[in-house]
Nanobody, 129 residues
Framework: QMQLVESGGGLVQAGGSLLLSCAASGRSFSSYAMGWFRQAPGKEREFAASITWSGGSAYYSDSVKGRFTISRDNAKNTVSLQMNNLKPEDTAVYYC??????????????????????WGQGTQVTVSS
């Protein structure tokens, strides 16, 4: 089992910034690709960003590309999501997730929710207009 605990959510005005963090424990963090997904009220959970086990590559949804940056620190077992220029439509519960990356995988692996084995409880982000 891997435990994931998100932090850093809150209320921010449009145009503002937030930094989400996710602390992992219980398994070899550096063997896992990490992702951030989000779920807005009344909508399905969707992919936001992900990063390979090494941190060498990152992937973003079109809706957050250019505004959000994902990063990881394998020494500290953490993954972060820096969110800038936030918009009201970014309002959602944000989930951290871990996907075991034990082989070469296609890029589509990093976007797919069913690639991820472990999930955090989520942190609320609310952006006011």
């Amino acid at each position: 089992q891997m435990q994931l605990v998100e932090s850093g959510g809150g209320l921010v005005q449009a145009g503002g910034s937030l930094l989400l963090s996710c602390a992992a424990s219980g398994r070899s963090f550096s063997s896992y690709a990490m992702g951030w997904f989000r779920q807005a009220p009344g909508k399905e959970r969707e992919f936001a960003a992900s990063i390979t086990w090494s941190g060498g590559s990152a992937y973003y949804s079109d809706s957050v590309k250019g505004r959000f940056t994902i990063s990881r620190d394998n020494a500290k077992n953490t993954v972060s999501l820096q969110m800038n220029n936030l918009k009201p439509e970014d309002t959602a519960v944000y989930y951290c997730a871990a996907a075991e990356q034990s082989r070469i995988v296609p890029d589509s692996f990093f976007y797919a929710e069913n690639s991820y084995d472990f999930w955090g409880q989520g942190t609320q982000v609310t952006v006011s207009s």
